[in-house]
């Protein structure tokens, strides 16, 4: 099993450089960044000039934001700085995010990531060599010829990764992506019966091999002797999570509909308080979260084996105060040294 750690998305970029040093002497697989408030790729570039063997990924940027040209000269252009350690994980995003933010459609979102991906890897393993890439689908039209890349690619295929959840995107992955992330409210058993069945739907139908897929299980952890406290604390974690609408199909899943949707209609009456927090029952943080001491939780991660190849370890992030924030991340890179 592999192990990856997430970049805390509060902190500047010279803390996020650390954590990655940190990452590294501790013996983690890669580090991913997020897209929220930073570029999923510029910390990339950074922490590439300071470590040596770690893995780096998107973990994960927007497909739509940019068009895949772009997407994939940047893809290449991390490979190289980072000497073959960049894995590009995209994601559709939010309607919303999308087209009130960033002023781009969203369309159906598998179709609309499938088409991404299949242009963005043909741009980086045949445009970069002179050969003309023509595509004309529905949310893309793309004629490029007569561009190619004078820098030696480091490797022939830079891994794609996809951000899903849901059916239709599990089954695109396994279409035509490398690798998979859940979010982190993706529980083990959610991941195993919803997620995984749909991948291999789409290794099959698209006559991939699963040794050639890498399954990353997500899972927020809190490695800790209170469970009383960790609960408290992650409250925030999943709060953040329950308010966005995509989302409330995982919650009802697991038994929590009304929970989810008295959280949701707080936040659009209210705006997100401690209010919204507050009704975050226990009952709903337990169910999400893997809580328990390091020997507990790796036991509990242990059983992601019989279906995933690695796990992102992910700590309470949204609005905790960085004090409690270090103290779970402490404990994990403790638990899960090498």
């Known amino acids: 099993m592999r192990y990856y750690v997430g970049l805390d998305i509060d902190a500047d970029l010279d803390s996020q450089i650390a954590e990655a040093v940190r990452a590294e002497d501790a013996g983690f697989d890669g580090i991913w960044s997020t897209h929220y408030y930073n570029s999923p ?12 063997r770690i893995n780096l990924g998107s973990n994960i ?4 934001t940019r068009s895949p040209m ?3 000269i940047t893809a290449l252009d991390l490979d190289a700085l980072s000497r073959g350690r960049f ?7 939010f309607k919303t995010i999308n087209e009130r933010w960033y002023g781009v459609p969203h369309g159906r ?20 060599a002179g050969e003309p890439v023509r595509f004309k689908g529905r949310y893309y039209d793309i004629d490029i010829q007569g561009w190619h890349r004078p820098q030696k690619r480091v490797r022939e295929r830079v891994p794609i990764y996809v951000g899903a959840m849901r059916e239709g995107m599990c089954r695109m992955a ?14 083990p058993r959610w991941m195993k019966e919803v997620m995984w069945p749909n991948v291999v739907t789409g290794l099959k139908r698209s006559g991939r091999e699963r040794k050639n897929f890498d399954f990353c299980a997500c899972i927020s952890v809190a490695i800790t002797r209170d469970r009383k406290q960790a609960v408290h604390d992650y409250k925030d974690t999943i709060a953040f999570s329950a308010v966005t609408k995509p989302y409330q199909t995982v919650f009802a899943w697991h038994g929590f509909e009304k929970e989810a949707a008295h959280i949701r209609e707080m936040f659009m009456q209210g705006g997100y308080g401690p209010e919204v927090i507050d009704a975050v029952p226990d009952e709903m943080v337990a169910a999400f979260t893997v809580i328990g001491t390091a020997d507990q939780v790796r036991k509990k991660i242990k ?14 992030s949204y609005g905790a ?7 779970y991340r402490d404990a994990m890179y403790q638990a899960f040294a090498r």
């Open 109 to 128: 979102p598998a179709p609309h990531m499938k088409e991404c991906i299949q242009i963005t890897r043909a741009i980086m393993e045949k445009a970069v």
């Open 61 to 64: 940027a927007y497909a739509f």
């Open 321 to 327: 105060p960085s004090e409690i924030k270090d103290h």
């Open 174 to 187: 396994g279409d035509v992506a490398d690798g998979l992330i859940p979010h982190s409210i993706c529980t």
């Open 70 to 72: 772009e997407t994939a």
């Open 87 to 93: 894995n590009l994980g995209l994601a559709p995003g």
């Open 303 to 316: 059983e992601l084996e019989g279906f995933a190849d690695s796990v992102l370890l992910a700590q309470t």
């Open 41 to 52: 790729f510029v910390p990339l570039a950074a922490i590439a000039g300071h470590t040596k």
